[in-house]
């Protein structure tokens, strides 16, 4: 992950159709290019030249960075950042401001969002019931169509959800967190000897008493029901940021690296 890249917008005076502008004139600048790095937007000001520069000056008004998920559903729709499928024709996508995206069949519609202070990072379900989680500790049931905001007991960004039954759910995120809950009740998990304050990624119950969790640092938690044990990893993944986990039918955890 690239910390404080900068990045530069070049925006001369031959690009203006005229000078003075008429008003304010739109300039844009592409940054697909850095997608999942952290950077840093700043402005400087030049005149290059010493041709037509009696003028006031260069004014800055309505800053915006606009996301879309390019490339995919449609045009338009906020970025996404968790997906939950019950079948082929049947899935939910979650992400930026509350949004919440429905395929039905062979087409998608958003049904929530963005309008939302909130994110939603992550999204699962068993049968009809759907927990989201997001920024701010955020947990939200739902059936599908109303949706019941749950109290958290955190104020940590939640980044993965799961459950194995539908009744106990299972949430982790920053700074540690470790989340079980039932229905409207869910509180923070107390992982002794186990506890960590790196972020926490990925989270697969396989049961009640089978929970595996992934994090920054090459952190893997499990849970057999009683305790939480930290579980050893490769010396090659022992500095990587495991994002994800899953758990095949042979019992094997497995996460996903983002270098």
């Known amino acids: 992950r690239l910390e404080a890249q900068h990045v530069h917008l070049h925006a001369t005076k031959a690009s203006l159709s005229s000078i003075p502008t008429s008003g304010f004139a739109t300039v844009t600048a592409e940054l697909s290019k850095f997608r999942g790095q952290t950077i840093k937007l700043g402005f400087r000001f030049d005149s290059v030249d010493s041709g037509i520069n009696t003028g006031e000056g260069v004014y800055i008004d309505d800053i915006a960075v606009d996301t879309t998920c390019g ?103 920053a700074a540690g967190t470790v989340l079980r809950g039932q229905g409207a009740s869910w509180g923070v998990m107390d992982l002794g000897a186990a506890a960590v304050t790196a972020g926490l990624w990925g989270v697969y119950a396989v049961s009640t008493t089978d929970v595996y969790v992934v994090g920054d640092a090459g952190t893997v938690l499990h849970f057999d029901g009683t305790v939480w044990a930290a579980l050893p990893v490769p010396a090659t993944a022992a500095t990587s940021d495991l994002r994800a986990v899953f758990v095949d039918e042979g019992g094997i955890g497995a996460g996903v690296v983002d270098r």
């Open 71 to 173: 490339g995919g559903v449609t045009s338009g729709i906020p970025t996404l950042w968790g997906v939950w499928s019950q079948s082929p024709s049947e899935a939910y996508a979650v992400g930026l401001s509350g949004t919440i995206l429905t395929l039905n069949g062979t087409s998608w519609q958003q049904v929530s969002g963005p309008g939302s202070q909130r994110d939603y990072f992550a999204v699962h379900g068993v049968g009809e019931t759907l927990a989201l989680v997001g920024t701010d500790g955020s947990i939200v049931m739902t059936d599908g169509v109303s949706q019941v905001p749950v109290v958290s007991p955190t104020g940590a960004a939640l980044r993965d959800v799961h459950s194995a039954d539908g009744d106990v759910w299972w949430a982790v995120g």
